[in-house]
């Protein structure tokens, strides 16, 4: 019986992880489309996270922090599983916002420990993330890019709808990754870039990166049940009245008889 609440030190690193949930994100050239592949690599790579901490910046045309950082990797997963363009209403795709606010997550105290797992398929050029970009690298944060989608591209098709999106011309609006971006990124903090083409291969990519970058001691506080034992003492009991039976004399009272 009992619950105490203890401090566990651990080597891990602080991830943020900022995901791409614009609406080029529901294209099909990869299955089921390349928001669900890279939802299903995320989950993947939380799985390998080891000791680190994790946090969720979703972003479009604005950038929102979903979750903070934390050890909690179940309800990191839960916040991935319910991301989707729906949360941020804003259309575009402004990396740098995103990036910024990757960065007023994580203590920039310390210039190591530190990284952004970037998923995106790169589609828009946003000019703001340059100026970012070199604020992480002083600060000792990498940037590792992920790409998501192909370079030939393929149509959009939103939840609900009965044809693809088209532009103002009405002509079929095809997204396309934009790998050159991606890479680009990913440099200029000495971070990788890699493509998505399989969840589990590319998680395992990742972490290999992530896990074989330097680590700090983090402490955490978690609560581990610790049961006392009370056995013996219930032993002793029975002991002691089977011993207290011995001793009673079993005499029968006799009733008077008139």
Same mark, same amino acid.
């Given at each position: 019986i009992g619950t105490t609440q203890e401090k566990v030190k651990r080597q891990g690193i602080d991830v943020m992880i900022a995901l791409d949930v614009s609406k080029s994100m529901w294209a099909e050239d990869t299955k089921?489309?390349? &928001? /669900?592949?890279?939802?299903?690599?995320i989950s993947s790579l939380i799985d390998r996270m080891g000791d680190n901490r994790v946090g969720l910046v979703l972003f479009a045309g604005r950038a929102f922090l979903q979750m903070p950082l934390t050890s909690d990797f179940a309800i990191a997963k839960l916040y991935v599983s319910n991301a989707s363009p729906d949360a941020v209403p804003m259309?575009?795709?402004? =990396?740098g916002d995103a990036?910024?606010?990757?960065?007023? %997550?994580?203590?920039t105290r310390e210039k190591k420990y530190k990284a952004v797992v970037l !998923?995106? /398929?790169? @589609? /828009? $050029? /946003?000019?703001?993330s340059t100026e970012v970009l070199q604020q992480l690298a002083d600060n000792g944060v990498v940037v590792n890019t992920v790409g998501v989608g192909s370079v030939q591209? #393929?149509? !959009?098709?939103?939840p609900g709808a009965s044809a693809y999106k088209t532009d103002v011309n009405g002509q079929t609006v095809i997204s396309k990754l934009n790998e050159e971006e991606l890479r680009q990124i990913a440099q200029q903090t000495g971070g990788t870039?890699? $493509?998505l083409d399989n969840a589990e291969t590319s998680a395992t990519q990742v972490a290999a =990166?992530?896990?074989?970058? @330097?680590?700090? #001691?983090?402490?955490? %506080?978690?609560?581990e049940k610790q049961y006392a034992s009370f056995y013996s003492f219930f032993v002793l009991? #029975? &002991? &002691? !009245? &089977?011993i207290a039976e011995i001793f009673i004399p079993e005499t029968k009272r006799e009733g008077k008889v008139k």
């Open positions: 089921p489309s390349r &928001l /669900d592949e890279a939802k299903q690599f259309q575009g795709t402004v =990396v990036l910024r606010l990757c960065e007023n %997550s994580l203590d !998923i995106s /398929d790169g @589609e /828009d $050029h /946003d000019p703001n591209g #393929a149509p !959009i098709m939103e870039y890699t $493509h =990166v992530l896990n074989g970058m @330097e680590k700090k #001691a983090i402490e955490t %506080s978690g609560s009991m #029975a &002991l &002691l !009245i &089977l």
